[in-house]
C-alpha cells in the first residue's frame, strides 16, 4: 500500500507501566503490586521512580490479590500487576471474593494476553480472562487497543471508584487512536470507521486487524463499520445495537475465546436489543501454542487478512 | 475490664452464638463457641474500636479468616452495640444484613471473608498500608487451625514475616478439628508454632479460655517489634454448651429447639456461677 506510512507500534504493557509513573504524582494513594514480574509487565518503570511505593509479593499470586483487597479496604488506590493467566486465571477467586464481592477499589492490570504472548506457548495465553472477569458482578472490564487508548484507560480506571480489570498484550501493536480528538470514557465504545454493509466489532490488537480487513473490503466494494470497544463491561450496547440496525450482520474480534468475551458479550446485547446474525472471530475453543506472536496471530486468523476473509465468507 | 466481667460477656456472645445459629437452622457453632472468648477480649478490650463510628479511620482491624464463624463475630459486634442484639437470630435468613459469612457491609466487619486462606492475606494489606503510610492502628485477624492447610495462608506468612509486619496480629484458633475430623488426621499443619516461626513470626502459645494469658499474649504481641505475632490459642470447639463440646459434629449444623433449649440452659448455668462468683 502506497500511503502507508511509518507506524508507531508500543506495547499496551508499556503504556501502563509509563501512566502508572505518570499519574503517581496526581495520585498518592496509587500503589502498585507484582509478582516477580515487574520487568514483563512494565510496572518496573514505576518501581524505578517509585520504590517505596511498589510491593513486590513475589511468585504468590493469590496473596497478592488478597492484599491489594486489605490496601484497598484502608484507603490505598492497588494496581496489582502480573500477567492474565495468573491474576485472572490462577486468583479468580481472589478476585471474585476479596475484591469483587466487597466491591474494594482494587485495578487489575493484566499484561500477557491472548496469544500475542507467542513463544512461552498455551501455558501462559490466556485466552479466558475476559469471559471470567465479565461474570463477576460490579466488575469493569477493559481491553486497550493501543498506547493512546491503554493509557487513556488506566487514568479512567483511577478515577472509577471500583474494581476494574485492564487487559494489556506483551507484542508491540500500531498506535491507532492519535487525534486531537480523541476521548475516552468508561463503557463508551468508538466508530473508528463508518461503514453500512457489515459491522465489525473488534477490541484490543483485533481492532487494528479489523480496520485492515475494512480497507481490503473496501476495494472489494464492501463498506464495513468498525466499532472500538475497549470496555467490555460495561458494554456500550446502544452504539453496537445502533451500529447493527444499520448494517444487519456483526462480526467480533477478539484475541480471546469466543466462549465468554466480547463476542459472547456482543451477543447478549444484540439477542435482547436487535438479534441479527453474528460471526465471532478469536480461538474456536482451543488451546495456543508456541510461536512468534505475529505468526500465531497469522494462523488463527486474527490478523487483518484473516479478518477480512473470515468476513467475507460471513456477508 | 475485670476477668470476671470478660466472662460474663464471652458467656452473652455464647448465648448469642447459640441464638443466632439455632435462628438460622444453619451455620457453625463449634468454631464460634472455642474463639468467643477471643472475639470477646478483642472487641471488649484489645482493640481501639467505636461502636457508634465503626468507620472511624484509626480504629484497629479485625479480619475474621475463618469467616464461617461468623456468628461468634456478629455476637461480639452485638453485645458491643454495633447493631441490636435482637437481630442476631436472622442470621442467614433472605433480607437478613446477617450474611452467612462475613461482609464489609455490615457495621464493625472491616473485610468479606470466608473462603478460607483468604483473610489473612487482606489483613496483611491492611497492616502493610499502615507501615507504608506510618499509621497506628493494628490489624488482627483469625485463623481456623484446619484454615492452616490452604497454601495462600503461608503465601501471606512468608510476606508479612519478610516485611517484618509487627502491627499484624495473627490468631489461630487451635481447637484441633475440621469437618473431616481432627486435623492431624486429616491433614496435619503441626507443628504450627514451628511453621510460624520458621515464617520470622514471634509465637505465643496460650490457653483461649484465660483471659489473663490473652490479655498477656496481646501485650507480649504489641512489644514484639521487627516480626509479626502468631497467637496460637488452644481451645475447646463448642465449649460452653455440653453436648457440642469437643464434638466434631456440631462444626457446622445447628440445634434444633430441644437442643437450644439445652444449650441455653448449660450457657445459663455458667451464668450463675459467675453471678455467684462476683458475689
Redesign the interface.
Known amino acids: 500500500m502506497a500511503e502507508e506510512k511509518i507506524i508507531k507500534k508500543v506495547a499496551t504493557r508499556e503504556s501502563y507501566g509509563n501512566a502508572l509513573k505518570e499519574l503517581a504524582e496526581e495520585f498518592p494513594n496509587l500503589?502498585v503490586l507484582d509478582a516477580d514480574l515487574a520487568a514483563a509487565t512494565k510496572t518496573g518503570i514505576f518501581k524505578k521512580a517509585y520504590p517505596?511505593?511498589h510491593?513486590d509479593?513475589?511468585i504468590?499470586e493469590?496473596?497478592?490479590?488478597?492484599?491489594?483487597?486489605?490496601?484497598?479496604?484502608?484507603?490505598?488506590i492497588?494496581f496489582v500487576s502480573s500477567f492474565a493467566m495468573f491474576a485472572a486465571g490462577r486468583a479468580f477467586?481472589?478476585v471474585r471474593?476479596?475484591v469483587g464481592?466487597?466491591h474494594?477499589n482494587v485495578k487489575i492490570g493484566a499484561t500477557h494476553a491472548g496469544i500475542s504472548v507467542g513463544e512461552d506457548g498455551a501455558t501462559h495465553q490466556c485466552n479466558e480472562d475476559l469471559a471470567l472477569m465479565r461474570t463477576i458482578p460490579g466488575m469493569v472490564v477493559m481491553c486497550p487497543s493501543d498506547d493512546v487508548e491503554a493509557r487513556a484507560a488506566v487514568r479512567a480506571a483511577l478515577e472509577y471508584e471500583g474494581p476494574v480489570y485492564l487487559r494489556f498484550g506483551r507484542a508491540a501493536v500500531p498506535v491507532i487512536n492519535d487525534r486531537p480528538d480523541y476521548h475516552f470514557e468508561i463503557g463508551k465504545g468508538t466508530i473508528v470507521r463508518e461503514g453500512s454493509d457489515v459491522t465489525i466489532v473488534a477490541t484490543g490488537i483485533g481492532v487494528d486487524s479489523a480496520l485492515g480487513a475494512a480497507k481490503m473490503l473496501e476495494k472489494e466494494g464492501v463498506n464495513a463499520e468498525v466499532v472500538n470497544i475497549c470496555t467490555i463491561k460495561p458494554l456500550d450496547e446502544e452504539l453496537i445495537v445502533s451500529s447493527a440496525k444499520k448494517t444487519g450482520k456483526v462480526v467480533t474480534v477478539e484475541e480471546h475465546s469466543v466462549i465468554g468475551g466480547l463476542g459472547s458479550a456482543v451477543c447478549d446485547a444484540l439477542c435482547k436489543h436487535y438479534p441479527v446474525p453474528v460471526c465471532k472471530i478469536g480461538m474456536q475453543d482451543v488451546f495456543g501454542e508456541s510461536g512468534s506472536a505475529a505468526a500465531l496471530i497469522e494462523k488463527y486468523g486474527l490478523d487483518a487478512k484473516g479478518v477480512y476473509q473470515t468476513v467475507k465468507a460471513f456477508i | 475490664m475485670k476477668n470476671l466481667e470478660l466472662q460474663k460477656t464471652a458467656n452473652e456472645v455464647r448465648k448469642g452464638i447459640v441464638t443466632a445459629v439455632h435462628g438460622a437452622n444453619a451455620g457453625h457453632p463449634g468454631g464460634s463457641l472455642s474463639a468467643a472468648d477471643m472475639f470477646t477480649f478483642l472487641y471488649f478490650e484489645e482493640m481501639n474500636i467505636d461502636p457508634q463510628n465503626p468507620q472511624m479511620e484509626e480504629r484497629d482491624?479485625f479480619?475474621l479468616s475463618k469467616g464461617h464463624t461468623a456468628p461468634g463475630l456478629y455476637a461480639a459486634l452485638a453485645n458491643r452495640g454495633f447493631f441490636p442484639v435482637e437481630d442476631l437470630p436472622t442470621l442467614r435468613h433472605l433480607g437478613s444484613y446477617l450474611q452467612g459469612h462475613p461482609?464489609?457491609?455490615i457495621a464493625g466487619v472491616?473485610?468479606?471473608s470466608?473462603?478460607l486462606?483468604?483473610?489473612?492475606?487482606?489483613?496483611?494489606?491492611?497492616?502493610?498500608?499502615?507501615k507504608?503510610d506510618g499509621?497506628t492502628y493494628r490489624?488482627y485477624t483469625m485463623l481456623g487451625d484446619g484454615e492452616l492447610e490452604e497454601?495462600?495462608v503461608w503465601?501471606?506468612a512468608?510476606?508479612a514475616g519478610?516485611r517484618k509486619l509487627d502491627n499484624l496480629c495473627v490468631i489461630v484458633d487451635n481447637n484441633n478439628l475440621q469437618i473431616d475430623g481432627p486435623i492431624s488426621e486429616v491433614c496435619s499443619p503441626y507443628p504450627i508454632d514451628k511453621k510460624f516461626e520458621a515464617f520470622n513470626f514471634h509465637v505465643i502459645q496460650i490457653d483461649a479460655h484465660d483471659f489473663d494469658q490473652i490479655r498477656a499474649a496481646f501485650k507480649e504481641a504489641r512489644e514484639t517489634k521487627g516480626c509479626p505475632t502468631c497467637i496460637i490459642m488452644h481451645s475447646l470447639k463448642g465449649k460452653g454448651v455440653s453436648f457440642m463440646e469437643n464434638n466434631v459434629d456440631w462444626h457446622g449444623k445447628a440445634p434444633n429447639d430441644e437442643e437450644y433449649a439445652v444449650a441455653m440452659a448449660d450457657l445459663e448455668k455458667i451464668g450463675e456461677e459467675l453471678e455467684k462468683a462476683g458475689e
Open positions: 500503589v517505596e511505593r510491593i509479593c513475589g504468590a493469590c496473596n497478592m490479590v488478597g492484599i491489594a483487597a486489605g490496601l484497598a479496604a484502608v484507603g490505598k492497588p477467586e481472589q471474593n476479596s464481592y466487597p474494594l | 482491624r479480619v461482609c464489609i457491609h472491616d473485610m468479606s470466608g473462603s486462606g483468604q483473610g489473612i492475606s487482606a489483613a496483611v494489606g491492611m497492616a502493610l498500608a499502615a507504608l499509621r490489624t497454601g495462600q503465601e501471606a512468608m510476606f519478610h
